[in-house]
């Protein structure tokens, strides 16, 4: 075994000079030209030194599981899982897979890309990907890079570890909730004693080393060495500004004035702060007097969707590039010729509260951690090292200091767990506080999570997943809404639910206010009477009928590249149904029976997200705790002109507090529908208030309306039958 990976890792490493007859040993054909021109440039990286040590490792280790250890940009994303690859080719392709798991889908798709041309293969055979609603592999796929969110759905659906011979977890100091638990399902899977012999490999920032170093129990570590290059040393400023666009906007402008080489990576806390940022820099950039190609300016986040690779394109057209961006690529997304980091300090991130079932938009401080890998991104990498980088933090050095954590926040502590713990018990883990968390997250969040799943009949008697849960768990969305589009089988509207689970899902309404009246008027004619789901269907049905056109898209303000991901979940989401044979329905948009049938459909799962407007001022009220919240500006009754009251109760898809407290996704129910369809018990729990009172006190009534008109069938169906007899 030994001898075959030396002679795998010798082979890989020819020159053209060497041997111009090496053919590639994962499809057989010769090395093109291009491939040596690449292998060059992964020889200079960092990573390229450990090498051998890697490998040895992976075969020898006793436990199975190997720590890689380096900075960001020493090419550890790109290079382990081609080494892994070569480790799997040696052993015969015993279960043909090696997976690496990325923290968001985009990495993914970037490092599949940038790998298969690496390696000299066809993307989508020996090397592929798989993110939400593609799924880029075939029979022959050796190396997969997948989403860890996704991996972790399949290991949850069958018995042992998955289809793997070797699992690359990257980016683990990133602490995604995927992640952590996966680590906490393998480490109880005790890999020295599962058959075939699988490796893991976990790689990880060294700040985050010791701790993953005693969750394993001391595995064996292999260790990058610093590459090439000096970090700059930081610039700060003495005080925070008050506009960190407008800062970082300026401080962009006047490195392009310098005429300083190198690209630019600007770090910004949000989406919508990257939004603004590109705008203005779009504008400015153009008015420089600079000579060549004036700067591209290019945003990388998720709501950009695949359009991100274009940071990675025209390397030589010789203009500028000014990359806009937040967390996203603290540690992910290496961009070799950037040289100059601007660095806010700062970055926006929903933190669940179990007490209200509401997600909290918290602008906070970077890790200390998030922060040097900001800094080493000016560093540049192989096989670009210019001299003179920058970088400006926009921020005093004792705000870094004072306020900093070391790591990265554990986001198992922060986000709802209702899936997690649905999947912890599909694997069959009775107290999902048992299983191993790198951070054990707060009880009251697994407590939350298992009453959340309760009431939503996930769970039976002892706590275990009910057969309805099993069919939830399939379902890649929040529990809540896989309730509702099992509850559109039996209310007849499975047509209608399929179109809105996919645009909550993947494009949720209008992000931005309208940029004219002519834009207003458009987007009026997309709304719905009975609400914003209504509104989203009929959003995704005049998408559909108009070609998927991106420039009708545009017009009305609406997010091309996620109604095209609705569309692909949609079919996802179809297929899922019909393989696990479930009831379809035809399309009745429109009637008044599809109406009613679609609202009880949602209120069979979002009975836990139910407000009530107390006293007509448009101050709702949740049912579950006393928080007060508003409709959202994009809401569509919010730009009605009649009637101007707003409807008394209201089902809404999500709430998070932030400066504005607003419902998202609204629209009007009958309390009635409510007590008919959700579980007793449930408005029981609820807190004491005026809505309680009044939904149980009218559940009493309807339920001796119920009695009294059972007992008047009765003795109809008793006289009709004396007379029967008479005759």
């Known amino acids: 075994m030994a001898s075959q990976l030396l002679r795998l890792a010798e082979e890989s490493g020819l020159s053209p000079g060497e041997s111009e007859l090496a053919v590639n040993p994962f499809d057989g054909l010769p090395f093109s030209s291009h491939y040596y021109e690449l292998l060059e440039q992964r020889r200079a990286l960092p990573i390229w030194a450990a090498r051998f040590i890697f490998l040895e490792q992976l075969e020898s280790s006793p436990s199975g599981v190997v720590l890689v250890s380096g900075e960001p940009g020493s090419g550890k994303s790109t290079q382990i899982p081609q080494w892994c690859a070569e480790f799997a080719l040696a052993r015969g392709f015993q279960k043909g897979r090696v997976t690496v798991t990325q923290p968001y889908p985009l990495a993914a798709l970037s490092l599949a890309l940038r790998v298969a041309d690496e390696m000299d293969l066809t993307l989508g055979h020996e090397v592929g990907y798989s993110i939400p609603q593609?799924?880029?592999?075939?029979?022959?796929?050796?190396?997969?890079?997948?989403?860890?969110?996704?991996?972790?759905?399949?290991?949850a659906s069958t018995r042992g570890t998955g289809a793997w011979d070797v699992l690359v977890l990257d980016e683990a100091q990133e602490r995604s909730v995927a992640s952590d638990l996966l680590q906490g399902l393998l480490r109880d899977a005790r890999l020295g004693n599962l058959p075939d012999d699988p490796r893991v490999v976990v790689v990880t920032d060294p700040a985050f080393e010791p701790k993953l170093q005693a969750f394993w129990g001391d595995p064996p570590i292999v260790h990058v060495p610093?590459?090439?290059?000096?970090?700059?040393?930081?610039?700060?400023?003495?005080?925070?500004?008050?506009?960190?666009?407008?800062?970082?906007?300026?401080?962009?402008?006047?490195?392009?004035?310098?005429?300083?080489?190198?690209?630019?990576?600007?770090?910004?806390?949000?989406?919508?702060?990257?939004?603004?940022?590109?705008?203005?820099?779009?504008?400015?950039?153009?008015?420089?007097?600079?000579?060549?190609?004036?700067?591209?300016?290019?945003?990388?986040?998720?709501?950009?969707?695949?359009?991100?690779?274009?940071?990675?394109?025209?390397?030589?057209?010789?203009?500028?590039?000014?990359?806009?961006?937040?967390?996203?690529?603290?540690?992910?997304f290496s961009l070799p010729s950037i040289r100059h980091v601007i660095d806010s300090g700062l970055e926006l991130r929903s933190v669940y509260n179990p007490q209200i079932r509401a997600e909290s938009q918290m602008l906070r401080p970077i890790s200390k951690c998030q922060a040097e890998a900001r800094q080493l991104r000016a560093k540049g990498a192989p096989p670009v090292f210019l001299p003179s980088?920058?970088?400006?933090?926009?921020?005093?050095?004792?705000?870094?200091?004072?306020e900093a954590p070391p790591l990265p926040q554990p986001r198992v502590c922060e986000e709802n767990l209702s899936p997690v713990v649905l999947l912890l018990k599909r694997r069959q883990i009775a107290e999902p506080g048992d299983c191993h968390f790198l951070d054990r997250p707060a009880p009251e969040t697994l407590m939350q999570a298992l009453e959340d799943l309760d009431y939503l009949a996930a769970l039976d008697d002892e706590g275990d997943l009910s057969d309805l849960g099993v069919i939830l768990s399939e379902f890649p969305l929040p529990p809540e809404l896989a309730k509702a589009l099992l509850a559109s089988c039996e209310f007849d509207c499975v047509d209608e639910m399929l179109t809105l689970a996919a645009m909550l899902t993947a494009a949720p309404g209008f992000t931005r206010p309208p940029l004219c009246a002519e834009e207003a008027a458009l987007r009026r004619a997309l709304e719905h009477a009975d609400g914003d789901h209504s509104s989203l269907i009929q959003v995704y049905e005049a998408f559909i009928q108009n070609g998927a056109d991106k420039a009708w898209c545009q017009t009305r303000g609406l997010n091309w590249a996620a109604l095209c991901q609705a569309q692909k979940l949609r079919g996802e989401l179809l297929e899922l149904m019909q393989r696990i044979e479930l009831p379809l329905s035809q399309p009745a948009f429109g009637s008044e029976k599809n109406r009613r049938d679609l609202q009880k459909a949602l209120v069979s799962g979002y009975f836990?997200?139910?407000?009530?407007?107390?006293?007509?001022?448009?101050?709702?009220?949740?049912?579950?705790?006393?928080?007060?919240?508003?409709?959202?500006?994009?809401?569509?009754?919010?730009?009605?002109?009649?009637?101007?009251?707003?409807?008394?109760?209201?089902?809404?898809?999500?709430?998070?507090?932030?400066?504005?407290?607003?419902?998202?996704?609204?629209?009007?129910?009958?309390?009635?529908?409510?007590?008919?369809?959700?579980?007793?018990?449930?408005?029981?729990?609820?807190?004491?208030?005026?809505?309680?009172?009044?939904?149980?006190?009218?559940?009493?009534?309807?339920?001796?309306?119920?009695?009294?008109?059972t007992e008047s069938e009765s003795s109809s169906t008793q006289e009709f039958g004396d007379a029967c007899v008479l005759q």
């Open 389 to 402: 980088g920058s970088c400006l933090c926009l921020y005093p050095k004792s705000f870094q200091e004072l």
């Open 226 to 332: 610093r590459g090439p290059g000096r970090c700059p040393t930081p610039i700060y400023r003495d005080t925070v500004p008050t506009d960190r666009v407008e800062a970082a906007c300026q401080a962009v402008l006047e490195l392009c004035r310098k005429e300083a080489p190198g690209d630019v990576l600007v770090y910004l806390p949000s989406e919508e702060e990257i939004s603004l940022c590109c705008e203005f820099l779009s504008r400015e950039v153009g008015t420089l007097a600079v000579p060549g190609l004036p700067p591209r300016v290019l945003p990388l986040h998720p709501g950009h969707g695949q359009a991100v690779q274009a940071v990675y394109e025209d390397t030589d057209s010789g203009a500028r590039k000014v990359v806009v961006t937040h967390w996203l690529a603290d540690f992910s």
């Open 608 to 709: 836990l997200k139910v407000a009530r407007d107390t006293d007509g001022t448009g101050n709702y009220l949740f049912l579950t705790h006393k928080h007060v919240a508003q409709l959202s500006p994009y809401c569509c009754y919010r730009s009605r002109r009649a009637p101007a009251r707003p409807p008394p109760w209201v089902i809404y898809h999500s709430f998070s507090i932030s400066k504005d407290n607003c419902l998202s996704i609204v629209s009007e129910i009958q309390p009635q529908m409510l007590v008919e369809l959700a579980p007793p018990y449930f408005l029981s729990n609820l807190p004491p208030s005026e809505s309680r009172d009044f939904l149980n006190q009218l559940r009493e009534e309807m339920v001796a309306s119920s009695t009294a008109s």
């Open 134 to 155: 593609e799924d880029c592999t075939g029979p022959h796929t050796l190396l997969r890079f997948c989403w860890d969110r996704l991996l972790l759905q399949e290991v």
